[in-house]
């Protein structure tokens, strides 16, 4: 019998997917704005700390905004071209920043800047679930999230060090490597020959049925799509809350270092570095809603047991559950979101797919740190722990709802 290999389904991968991992790889690893926005309008700007958050949640309501417009589009005019766009677009704003000495301009620009990069997420999405067959969908996603996650192990140290000297610096590096991951695109496209497959505008649907509808008015008409996208707004909320309410809670209850925080998203790092693309060739077979309500399950344990933990070791081995749930979650949701889409529709369900990222952004760490604070450790991690259940309940419910269920090459019939 042949020898098993859990990398074959990524090297068995078309070219272009390739290509648009190696463009998150460069766009991911100048990543370095985000992370520190907090610290550069509190330090540069003398803005208090108690609305210096509003610049995350401007941020977030920017992505909002930004994942219906930039997922039509990406139908409209392909997926690729609208992140050579984005990529170009938020290249340039992040060269303005330096020369903002206000905090409401800072606001208004990064409104702005985050309607335009958070376009990247569904325009990646879309590029690359359509560049291959569904039974290679869920690898794509797993691919394109080592090089998201290899990037961003450069990117927030590399700002570490920059900050260190000059926050406008975080500026320009980040710019810079969005600008390169624009040009990597379009070199590596026109050098493999795939520039003209993938630019191509993608064919709508023809008029009548239900392809024909808007993606929101197709949506509204499916039970199935409602408990998915329901679903990741929960699990999203849940999982930021390793950027909300678990740093606080290390750090002011349980009196860990911020170091050992550092710690918890070096494991994470490596785990999805080291596992997620094996993890998900093994589980190829599995259908996409049953990766997910284990993805969910997962979060729910991992986020639950931070109430009854209070060891380092004990952290370690929520975050180790967590990561888990992390990576079986996210390839089977990015692979399921592509497979519902209506013909022609692509675009707008991955805008509709990233905008729950946003909202769980904007309400997610927001909710968790405000339950941390009223009500306890205790509460906010049950409340993480049942929030996680319901979406697993959510996500159970989609075969019966009529939404389709592809897994790979066996639908749910065949498991």
């Given at each position: 019998?042949?020898?098993?290999n859990p990398?074959?389904?990524?090297?068995?991968?078309?070219?272009?997917v390739?290509?648009?991992?190696?463009?998150?790889?460069?766009?991911?690893a100048?990543?370095m704005?985000?992370?520190f926005?907090v610290l550069?309008?509190t330090?540069?700007?003398?803005v208090?700390?108690?609305?210096?958050?509003?610049?995350?949640?401007?941020?977030g309501i920017?992505?909002?905004v930004s994942?219906?417009?930039?997922?039509?589009?990406c139908?409209?005019?392909?997926p690729?071209?609208?992140?050579r766009?984005?990529?170009?677009?938020s290249?340039?704003?992040?060269f303005?920043?330096?020369?903002v000495?206000?905090?409401?301009?800072?606001?208004?620009?990064?409104?702005?800047?985050?309607?335009v990069?958070?376009?990247?997420?569904?325009?990646?999405?879309?590029?690359?679930?359509?560049?291959?067959?569904?039974?290679q969908?869920?690898?794509?996603?797993a691919l394109?999230?080592?090089a998201v996650n290899?990037?961003?192990?450069?990117g927030?140290?590399?700002?570490?060090?920059?900050?260190?000297?000059?926050f406008k610096?975080?500026f320009?590096?980040?710019?810079?490597?969005?600008?390169?991951?624009?040009m990597?695109?379009?070199a590596?496209?026109?050098?493999?020959?795939?520039?003209?497959?993938?630019?191509?505008t993608?064919?709508?649907a023809?008029?009548?049925?239900h392809?024909a509808r808007?993606?929101?008015?197709?949506?509204?008409h499916?039970?199935?799509?409602?408990?998915f996208?329901?679903?990741?707004l929960?699990?999203?909320?849940?999982f930021?809350?390793?950027e909300?309410?678990?740093p606080?809670?290390?750090?002011?209850?349980?009196h860990?270092?911020?170091s050992?925080?550092?710690l918890?998203?070096m494991?994470?790092?490596?785990?999805i570095?080291?596992?997620?693309?094996?993890l998900?060739?093994?589980?190829?077979r599995?259908?996409h809603?049953?990766?997910?309500?284990?993805?969910?399950?997962?979060?729910?344990?991992?986020?639950?047991?931070l109430g009854?933990v209070h060891t380092?070791?004990?952290v370690i081995?929520?975050?180790?559950v967590?990561?888990?749930?992390e990576?079986?979650l996210?390839p089977?949701?990015?692979?399921?979101?592509?497979d519902?889409?209506?013909?022609?529709?692509?675009?707008?369900?991955?805008?509709?797919?990233?905008?729950?990222?946003?909202?769980?952004m904007v309400?997610?760490?927001?909710s968790?740190?405000?339950l941390?604070?009223?009500f306890?450790?205790?509460?906010?991690?049950?409340?993480?722990?049942?929030?996680?259940?319901?979406?697993a309940?959510?996500?159970?419910l989609?075969?019966?709802?009529?939404?389709?269920?592809?897994?790979?090459?066996?639908?749910?019939?065949?498991?």
């Amino acid at each position: 019998m042949p020898r098993f290999n859990p990398w074959r389904g990524v090297r068995g991968l078309p070219a272009s997917v390739w290509i648009i991992a190696a463009t998150s790889f460069v766009n991911r690893a100048g990543t370095m704005v985000l992370p520190f926005m907090v610290l550069y309008v509190t330090k540069q700007l003398g803005v208090a700390v108690a609305i210096a958050g509003l610049s995350l949640t401007v941020y977030g309501i920017g992505g909002i905004v930004s994942a219906p417009v930039m997922g039509r589009l990406c139908d409209r005019l392909g997926p690729v071209a609208i992140l050579r766009i984005t990529l170009l677009g938020s290249g340039l704003m992040l060269f303005a920043f330096p020369f903002v000495t206000t905090f409401r301009t800072v606001l208004w620009l990064t409104f702005a800047w985050a309607f335009v990069i958070e376009g990247v997420r569904p325009a990646t999405m879309a590029a690359v679930t359509s560049a291959v067959g569904a039974e290679q969908r869920k690898a794509a996603v797993a691919l394109n999230r080592l090089a998201v996650n290899l990037g961003m192990s450069i990117g927030p140290a590399l700002g570490g060090v920059l900050a260190a000297h000059s926050f406008k610096l975080l500026f320009v590096v980040d710019g810079a490597t969005c600008l390169a991951a624009g040009m990597v695109l379009t070199a590596l496209l026109v050098w493999r020959g795939e520039s003209h497959r993938l630019s191509a505008t993608p064919q709508v649907a023809p008029a009548g049925g239900h392809a024909a509808r808007g993606a929101w008015q197709a949506m509204l008409h499916d039970r199935g799509a409602l408990a998915f996208f329901g679903a990741m707004l929960l699990t999203s909320m849940v999982f930021l809350q390793g950027e909300g309410a678990m740093p606080v809670y290390l750090v002011s209850d349980l009196h860990f270092s911020a170091s050992f925080y550092g710690l918890l998203f070096m494991v994470n790092t490596l785990m999805i570095v080291a596992i997620e693309v094996p993890l998900n060739g093994m589980m190829h077979r599995w259908p996409h809603w049953r990766a997910m309500v284990l993805g969910a399950l997962l979060f729910a344990v991992g986020f639950g047991a931070l109430g009854v933990v209070h060891t380092a070791a004990g952290v370690i081995a929520t975050t180790v559950v967590w990561t888990f749930g992390e990576m079986v979650l996210f390839p089977a949701s990015g692979a399921h979101a592509a497979d519902i889409a209506p013909p022609g529709r692509t675009g707008e369900y991955m805008g509709m797919y990233s905008m729950t990222f946003s909202l769980a952004m904007v309400f997610g760490p927001l909710s968790g740190t405000a339950l941390l604070d009223r009500f306890g450790a205790s509460t906010t991690w049950a409340v993480a722990f049942g929030v996680g259940l319901l979406a697993a309940g959510a996500v159970s419910l989609i075969p019966r709802l009529g939404t389709p269920v592809v897994s790979g090459v066996h639908d749910i019939v065949n498991i």
